[in-house]
């Protein structure tokens, strides 16, 4: 039996790499993972790592790619450090990793894509591609852009551009205070802000614009008093992980009763920080929520009862455009080479769960319906499901389709 596997191993490998080389048809293509697993946003990268596991579950069960070779992934843990996700991005080199994905901190994603365009133009037969899930620095496929680096969410400025246009259609909205956190991502918020508001609602009034450091802030009750103190009635944040639910929670300790507007309030951990009193209070600008209903409902089933025990919820839907993108990119070319792959992807589209999407050629922005849902009680109109099984589930209250994101860029990108 066993001799019989193994050659009909080695038939397969001649039909698939005859011209390459034989590979063992077993053999996996390494997805390397670098996000934090411990520290204050340890939550946060063990939940995308779930997220990208149960996608590449997926990919596999399907046959893989290349004629049966499966993804595999390796984790590495950057702490939301720069010089942390460097010293990993290192192991995976060493380990001949090709591959590699980072989505949280976008002070990461700057030393991350920095690092991957020198260390391929030094070494062109050991290159790595590097697919940005989440990290929304807008100047990653700006002026900082490079050809290595492929980002599959939104950027700040086009969430912003989404989240701007539905507040200044609340006639409501008088007085506004900005709280970020105090890197690229938390600035480039801050100023999206300002700027498009001032557009859209120039009698709107910036009454607070608060910068935090990134991880460190324990207790927001002095943050809380100056909002309070200022009479905003709507909060804009970037903030994400710990740095958000303790917001919320100290809001909500508070009293104080304020529409927040965010980009993670569906990311592991914020809703059931945010409880009851997020209701109606709450609300983000996404790629996806549990509750944008169509083909999407078999993922959230899928997550669920892939993982059970997490009691949460997936929410980088980028994952799953950026792997399905991936594999077509390796079908077409017949090949886990990075260069070829990455040409590949340029212009590469494809239609997922919530239509089709698309990645830019000039400066590998992925291009996607964005949606923009308030958090409500299970069971109302558009709330099909919960969030982290708290009783409350997001609800979309608009939706902003893919060319209706597109910004200028002032990419001027060097190809190899």
């Known amino acids: ?35 934090p697993l411990s520290g204050a946003f340890a939550n946060v990268g063990a939940h995308g790592q779930r997220e990208l596991q149960l996608v590449i579950e997926q990919i596999n069960s399907r046959g893989g790619v290349l004629g049966g070779r499966k993804f595999e992934i390796v984790a590495l843990d950057s ?35 920095e ?14 591609l ?72 120039p009698d709107v009034q910036i009454v607070g614009d608060d910068l935090h450091p990134l ?36 809001s909500r300790d508070a009293g104080l009763k304020v529409d927040y507007y965010t980009y993670y309030a569906g990311i592991v951990g914020g809703p059931a920080a ?35 025990e997490a009691n949460d919820d997936f929410f980088f839907l980028t994952l799953m455009h950026a792997m399905e993108l991936l594999t077509g990119a390796i079908e077409q070319t017949q090949s886990v080479d990075p260069l070829k792959v990455a040409k590949a992807l340029e212009g590469a589209k494809y239609d997922g769960l919530t239509g089709e999407v698309w990645i830019r050629e000039d400066n590998h922005q992925l291009l996607q319906p964005l949606f923009v849902s308030t958090l409500r009680k299970q069971g109302e109109d558009g709330v099909k499901y919960d969030i982290e099984r708290t009783g409350m589930g997001f609800r979309t209250d608009g939706r902003v389709e893919a060319r209706d994101t597109v910004l200028r860029t002032t990419c001027e990108m060097q190809r190899p």
């Open 115 to 128: 690092a991957v365009a020198k260390h391929n133009e030094r070494n062109p037969d050991a290159s790595v």
């Open 1 to 35: 039996m066993k001799l019989s596997i193994f050659v009909r191993g080695l038939a397969a490998c001649a039909l698939v790499a005859a011209a390459a080389g034989c590979q063992k048809a077993e053999d996996t293509i390494k997805i390397g993972y670098i996000d």
């Open 274 to 308: 945010i409880g009851d009193a997020g209701i109606g209070h709450v609300k983000q600008v996404s790629m996806w929520h549990t509750n944008a209903g169509g083909k999407s409902d078999a993922l959230v089933e899928a997550y669920r009862n892939r993982f059970p």
């Open 130 to 201: 590097y697919l940005n899930y989440g990290a929304v620095d807008p100047a990653l496929t700006n002026d900082k852009c490079n050809f290595w680096h492929f980002r599959f969410d939104a950027d700040a400025d086009m969430k912003m551009q989404a989240l701007t246009s539905y507040m200044a259609a609340q006639k409501s909205i008088r007085k506004v205070y900005l709280i970020n956190q105090d890197y690229a991502f938390g600035h480039a918020v801050a100023k999206a802000a300002k700027e498009m508001l001032r557009a859209k609602r």
């Open 215 to 250: 991880g460190k802030i324990k207790d927001f009750a002095p943050y809380i008093s100056k909002i309070k103190a200022s009479g905003a009635e709507s909060v804009v944040t970037g903030n994400w992980g710990a740095d958000l639910a303790l917001l919320v929670k100290a």
């Open 79 to 113: 702490k939301a450090n720069p010089q942390e996700a460097l010293i990993a991005f290192r192991q995976l080199v060493d380990q001949k990793v090709r591959f590699m994905f980072q989505g949280n901190s976008s002070a990461v994603a700057g030393a991350l894509t």
